[in-house]
């Protein structure tokens, strides 16, 4: 579990080596969001699973030129980037909120990894619950 949230472990996968022009934005987006180092940039939002707000648009695109050796990179390239995963239904934009958006991690599971079942931290939480009334515990592998 990162940042106190629980989002699944496929969603940090390990780094992409430096340079390497194979990364997708989505994840060096939570490549950022789960580094203490760039809290100042971008960070999750309290209280909404999946939302993050960038709070230094110029810097966040900056990184990703450099990361995908792409030295003209600005926001304005970078939005359009993010706008690109609107219609995948992987991201989308929270309205009347500046630089605020919001993961749909059930339809990047969907996208990335189709056998997985993904669940809200409420649905994780009520699943451990429900488990233990039964006489299970979080360590009983059945």
């Known amino acids: 579990m990162k ?11 390990p780094e992409s080596s430096p340079g ?7 994840h060096f987006i939570l ?6 180092e760039f809290r100042h940039v971008i960070a999750w939002q ?12 110029d810097e966040v695109a900056r990184l990703w030129g450099r990361r995908k050796c792409k030295p003209q990179m600005n926001y304005d390239k970078l939005s359009r980037a993010l706008r690109y995963y609107y219609n995948k239904r992987i991201l989308h934009k929270t ?5 605020t958006y919001k993961f749909n991690f059930s339809k990047l599971i969907v996208v990335n990894y189709p056998a997985w079942e993904v ?18 515990t979080a360590s009983d592998p059945n």
């Not at 949230?5 to 969603?11: E, G, V």
């Not at 490549?31 to 203490?36: F, V």
């Open 46 to 57: 309290q209280g909404e699973y999946g939302e993050f707000v960038i709070k230094d648009p």
């Open 95 to 99: 309205k009347g909120k500046r630089f």
């Open 20 to 26: 390497s022009r194979q990364i997708q934005l989505w």
């Open 119 to 136: 669940q809200s931290p409420q649905e994780a939480q009520s699943s451990e619950l429900s488990g233990e009334q039964r006489g299970e």
């Open 31 to 36: 490549e950022l969001l789960q580094k203490e």
């Open 3 to 13: 940042s106190g949230l629980a989002f699944p472990d496929w969603a940090y996968k």
